[in-house]
């Protein structure tokens, strides 16, 4: 019997595993008590500061066809949004290494250890991991894409898979290193080969950690659901000799890996032309949205 697996299920897995097991719940204290102190922090000074004025830009200057109550709603889910994007980048810096942590006792826990032999990262290398050029992608993706939300239901799921699918992306990081898969473009085929997946589980925990106030609690947990899904994979396609298949085809990456090719000037100049490239799609995207938006203004004009 083949087992089906949906990408979304897996962060409700890994609060359930979460809360099973009483190792990763002592380790996950002090990142959730952090976490909470910078969530309050950042919600207050947000609201205070950014609630009304963007508020009534959005009511007086760009949802003028709207009902006021909608444009509240709206404006309300854009702050949250604003918030986990601030989040983000301080959670990024200083929670990176209890989510690695998460990530690495989960594969412990569960006899998959073979994976950590190699590794050689501690605390000030996850932080500096943490600060890299695809975290610069995401964030950016995060605040270009925000308008979205000014499409009620459709413009907000929309913007959720979207950002899904560079959340499950950057879930997926500690297990790239240790799989010795470096090039973005390498990662790629990786998230392509299981999109729905790394889609669907991105998307639901971007919006489990878009959640105010426990928001950032969530991050511990999606790095022990992300471990679950690496752990099926390695079950279905790995081994101890550290090979894994990712579209049907067995791909070794233990003593000389296949995916990590060509100089190390090269990749970064990859890496670059491929955030050109998105930011250019994604502004685009942008630009056809405000159009049509203009074009409905004149026309009810």
């Not at 109550?69 to 949250?80: D, K, M, P, V």
């Not at 695809?134 to 995060?142: N, T």
């Not at 690496?230 to 990456?253: A, Q």
């Amino acid at each position: 019997m083949v087992e089906i697996i949906n990408g979304y299920s897996y962060p409700i897995r890994g609060i359930l595993y979460l809360v099973r097991k009483n190792q990763l719940r002592r380790s996950s204290y002090l990142p959730i008590f952090f976490a909470l102190i910078i969530d309050v922090i950042v919600l207050i000074l947000i609201f205070n500061f950014a609630y009304t004025p963007q508020f009534n830009l959005i009511n007086d200057k760009i949802l003028t066809f709207f009902w006021r109550w909608l444009n509240h709603i709206i404006n309300f889910i854009i702050i949250i949004l604003e918030v986990f994007i601030v989040d983000q980048i301080v959670v990024n810096i200083f929670l990176a290494f209890f989510h690695e942590k998460a990530f690495d006792d989960t594969l412990k826990l569960k006899g998959y250890t073979y994976l950590l032999d190699q590794d050689d990262s501690n605390c000030i290398t996850s932080c500096i991991r943490s600060i890299r050029i695809f975290q610069l992608i995401k964030i950016l993706v995060a605040i270009v894409t925000l308008p979205l939300n000014f499409i009620p239901t459709v413009g907000t799921l929309s913007y959720y898979l979207l950002n899904g699918i560079f959340q499950g992306w950057d879930h997926q990081d500690r297990y790239f290193e240790l799989k010795k898969i470096y090039s973005m473009g390498d990662q790629w085929k990786f998230i392509k080969s299981h999109f729905k997946n790394m889609c669907t589980f991105g998307a639901a925990a971007f919006f489990l950690e878009s959640i105010p106030i426990i928001g950032n609690m969530f991050n511990i947990s999606n790095a022990v659901g992300i471990a679950l899904y690496d752990i099926h994979l390695e079950k279905k396609y790995g081994n101890s000799d550290n090979k894994v298949s990712y579209s049907g085809s067995e791909i070794s990456s233990s003593s000389t890996p296949t995916y990590q090719s060509g100089p190390k000037n090269t990749k970064v100049i990859r890496e670059i032309l491929l955030i050109v490239h998105y930011l250019y799609v994604i502004l685009n995207v942008r630009k056809i949205f405000c159009n049509n938006n203009n074009n409905n203004n004149n026309n009810n004009m």
